[in-house]
C-alpha cells in the first residue's frame, strides 16, 4: 500500500514539476510526442511478459523444477535484452522515417527536435522491458517489494534530474531525467534478483517452456498494443492543432486517470481470482454475483470522479499545475479538455472489470476483437470531431470508444454467464447519480458565494481542499442516506486488495514515462 501510494505521489508530483518548468508548450509537446514509441512498447511488453511470465515461472516452480525455471527465467531476459538492444540501434538511425509520422503536423524545426529526443529515450525501451522480465520473476517468486517501488524509482529520478539540470539543459532536462528513471526500475529490482539467485548469463533457446510462453503471448501482445495505439492515435492527430493541446491532453488524461488507477483497478484485481475459481467450479451464480458487484463499486468510485472533475476542473488544475511556465492560459486549455476525458471514465473502468471477467474465462479471442474495434471507432470519431472540435473531440472520441467497449463487452459477458442481474446494477447507478448530483449541487453553491481565491497555491489548494471536503462530505451522507451498499463494500475491498498483496493488474499500469 506504502508502495503503490508513494507511486502515485510522487507521479503527481512529476506532472506538477512538468508543468512548472514546461507548461503546456510547444517543446513538451515534442517530448510527448517523442515518448510515444516508448509509451507503447512499455504497455505492450511491461503487460504482456508478466502476464504471460508469471504463472509459466510458477509452474515449474510448482512441480519442482527449479533448474528448469530459472534457466527459463534467465533465457527470456538475456534474449529480450540481445533482441531490444539491436532494435534500439535500428531505432536510433531510422528515427527520421517514423518520428516524422507521430509528429507529422509539427514544424520543421520541432520535428527535428523530436527525433532528437526519441533517440535520447531509445535506451529505456531495452531497460523498461527488462524490468519486466525481472518483475514476473520476482512475482512468481511472491517477493513484491522492489518490483512494487519500481514507479517510486522512475519518479523521483526523473523530478532529481529536472531539478538539478533544468537550467542547463531545458526540456532536455525531463527526457534525460526519463531515461534515466527507465533505467532505475530495472536497477532497484537487481539486487534482490542477484541475492535470490534468480539470473544466471545462459541462453537455453530448446527450452520446452519458451513455446508456452510464445503461445500465452499472442493475444496478450494483440490486446495491450490494440489498447496503446490509441495513445499513437491521439499525437498524430493532435500534431496539427495548435502548440501545447499534446501537453493539455496528458495533464487531463492523467487527472482523470487517478482514480481509475487507484481505486477501480484495485477493486477489479480483488475480483479477478474469484472469478476464475468461480468460472472453474462451474459457479454460474456466483460469477453472475461477483461481475455485478465488481460493476456496482467500479461505479460507486467512477461517477462521482466523473462530476467531480467537471465540476472542480479549473481548480483542481490551478491547484496542481498553475505556476512558472504554467500560466492562466495553460490552466483555461486543460480545464476545457478535462470534461471530455472524464466522461469516459465510468466505461473504462467498467470494462476492466468485464475484461477480468472474460479473461477468468478464458475467452480472449473476442476480448481482443473487442479492444481492437475500440480503436478502429476511436480514429474514426477522432477523424471526424477534430475538425469542429479540436483537441476536445480527441478526448470526446477516446471517451466515446471506452463506452462502447464497455457496451460490448457488457454482452460479451452476459452471454457467457447468461444474463446477470441489470436491474440491481441499474438501481444502484441510480443512487450513485443522485448522491452525486447533491455533492454537485453543494458545489455549485459554494461557487455562487463569489470567494475571491488568492494567486498563491497556499491559497489555491486550500480553497480546492475545502471544496473537496465539503463534496466528499455531502455525497457520503447522501449515500448513508439512500443505503448505498457500495459504500463499506468499496473501502473493506481496497484495503483487502492491499494487505493482500495481490499485484495490480499490468496491463492496467499507469505507463511512467509520458
Not at 113 to 126: A, C, D, F, N, Y
Not at 241 to 250: E, R, V
Not at 496 to 514: D, H, M, T
Request: net charge positive; proline share 4%; charged share 10%.
Amino acid at each position: 500500500m506504502a508502495a503503490t501510494l508513494a507511486s502515485t505521489i510522487f507521479g503527481f508530483m512529476r506532472e506538477i514539476v512538468n508543468a512548472r518548468y514546461y507548461g503546456a508548450q510547444a517543446e513538451m509537446d515534442s517530448f510527448l510526442a517523442a515518448a510515444t514509441i516508448p509509451t507503447i512498447l512499455f504497455g505492450v511488453f511491461n503487460g504482456a511478459l508478466v502476464s504471460a511470465l508469471v504463472p509459466i515461472f510458477s509452474d515449474y516452480q510448482a512441480m519442482g523444477e527449479e533448474e528448469a525455471a530459472l534457466r527459463l527465467a534467465s533465457t527470456v531476459f538475456n534474449t529480450l535484452m540481445i533482441v531490444l538492444s539491436a532494435l534500439a540501434v535500428v531505432g536510433w538511425f531510422l528515427a527520421p522515417s517514423y518520428v516524422p509520422i507521430i509528429a507529422h503536423g509539427f514544424p520543421p524545426a520541432q520535428r527535428l527536435q523530436t527525433i532528437e529526443m526519441t533517440r535520447w529515450l531509445l535506451p529505456g525501451i531495452v531497460t523498461t522491458s527488462l524490468a519486466g522480465v525481472a518483475s514476473a520473476m520476482l512475482n512468481a517468486r511472491s517477493r513484491f517489494s522492489a518490483s512494487a517501488i519500481q514507479g517510486t524509482a522512475i519518479n523521483l529520478v526523473t523530478i532529481a534530474v529536472v531539478l538539478a539540470f533544468n537550467h542547463k539543459l531545458g526540456i532536455y532536462a525531463l527526457v534525460l531525467g526519463t531515461t534515466l528513471g527507465l533505467a532505475a526500475q530495472l536497477v532497484v529490482q537487481l539486487p534482490v534478483i542477484v541475492r535470490s539467485r534468480l539470473y544466471r548469463p545462459i541462453l537455453d533457446l530448446s527450452h520446452p517452456g519458451l513455446q508456452k510462453i510464445w503461445l500465452m503471448l499472442g493475444p496478450i501482445v494483440v490486446g495491450s498494443a490494440a489498447g496503446q495505439l490509441a495513445i499513437f492515435f491521439d499525437r498524430y492527430f493532435a500534431s496539427t492543432l495548435s502548440s501545447g493541446y499534446i501537453a493539455g491532453m496528458n495533464y487531463a488524461t492523467k487527472l482523470v486517470g487517478f482514480p481509475q488507477q487507484i481505486f477501480a483497478a484495485a477493486i477489479a484485481t480483488v475480483i479477478f481470482p474469484l472469478l476464475a475459481s468461480q468460472f472453474a467450479s462451474a459457479n454460474r451464480v456466483g460469477v453472475k454475483r461477483s461481475v455485478v458487484m465488481g460493476l456496482r463499486l467500479v461505479t460507486f468510485i467512477t461517477i462521482p470522479s466523473v462530476f467531480g472533475l467537471i465540476t472542480l476542473g479549473h481548480p483542481i488544475v490551478a491547484a496542481l499545475f498553475q505556476r512558472g511556465a504554467f500560466g492562466q492560459t495553460a490552466t483555461a486549455l486543460c480545464a476545457g479538455l478535462l470534461p471530455y476525458a472524464a466522461i469516459g471514465l465510468v466505461g473504462t473502468a467498467a470494462s476492466i472489470v468485464l475484461t477480468r471477467c472474460c479473461f477468468a474465462s478464458k475467452d480472449t479471442q473476442r476480448t481482443v476483437a473487442i479492444s481492437i474495434f475500440a480503436v478502429c471507432l476511436n480514429v474514426v470519431l477522432s477523424i471526424w470531431w477534430i475538425g469542429p472540435l479540436g483537441a476536445r473531440g480527441l478526448l470526446l472520441a477516446n471517451s466515446m470508444s471506452q463506452w462502447a467497449q464497455a457496451a460490448l463487452l457488457f454482452a460479451l459477458v452476459w452471454r457467457l454467464v447468461h444474463g446477470l442481474d441489470w436491474k440491481t446494477i441499474v438501481l444502484s447507478t441510480a443512487r450513485i447519480v443522485a448522491c452525486s448530483l447533491a455533492m454537485v449541487a453543494a458545489l455549485n453553491w459554494i461557487a455562487s458565494l463569489g470567494v475571491v481565491v488568492g494567486p498563491t497555491f497556499a491559497a489555491r489548494a486550500w480553497y480546492l481542499f475545502g471544496q473537496l471536503a465539503i463534496g466528499s462530505l455531502v455525497f457520503i451522507g447522501a449515500a448513508r442516506l439512500l443505503g448505498v451498499e457500495e459504500l463499506p463494500i468499496a473501502f473493506t475491498l481496497i484495503l483487502q486488495k492491499f494487505e493482500g498483496r495481490v499485484l495490480s493488474p499490468p496491463e492496467n499500469r499507469e505507463a511512467p514515462i509520458a
